[in-house]
């Protein structure tokens, strides 16, 4: 498949913003939402919202952890990332107990089964991403490839930056 070109957009399409940002944040977009509506139609078991994936993907690495610390490092509310913990825990994804360090707080931890659902998320994502590839000609594959790095880099900035 060929490459499709999109139109630079001009400063004022913009907001003043460069025309690589708009892009790029069309394309992340863009993408984010075909990854979420395919998976959905394709895998129709996925029923995780994203907040709670994000969560299950931050415990992966960071287990366990205080609902505060999770809602730091997700920047959202307490108040959010305690109800999205009290779904997951239902669901089974999660547990919470007394932390040993503080036993006044508790501490989240992901669960056999919330590390399942979140490799067989992952693995879903992937097979989606593998077909899509392929379709893909391969300078468009190459170039998809040799982005990796820098995008990895913006994302490293945005999380440290706080933007």
Do not use: C, K, N
């Not at 205080?66 to 809602?71: C, G, N, P």
């Not at 693995?123 to 990895?152: C, G, K, Y």
């Amino acid at each position: 498949m060929a490459s499709q070109t999109r139109p630079t957009p001009t400063p004022s399409a913009t907001g003043g913003q460069s025309p690589d940002a708009r892009l790029l944040t069309e394309a992340v977009t863009l993408l984010r939402r075909a990854l979420r509506a395919s998976i959905r139609t394709d895998y129709p078991w996925e029923t995780l919202p994203m907040a709670q994936v994000e969560l299950l993907q931050v415990l992966a690495e960071h287990s366990p952890a205080r609902v505060s610390d999770l809602a730091v490092r997700q920047r959202l509310a307490t108040s959010t990332v305690s109800g999205l913990i009290g779904h997951m825990i239902t669901a089974g994804l999660v547990t919470r107990d007394v932390d040993p360090r503080d036993r006044r707080a508790s501490v989240v931890a992901l669960t056999d089964a919330g590390r399942a659902q979140l490799t067989a998320w992952a693995h879903a994502h992937e097979r989606r991403l593998d077909t899509a590839l392929d379709s893909l000609d391969s300078t468009d594959r190459d170039a998809v490839r040799a982005a990796l790095p820098a995008l990895f880099r913006i994302a490293e900035q945005l999380d440290d930056s706080g933007t």
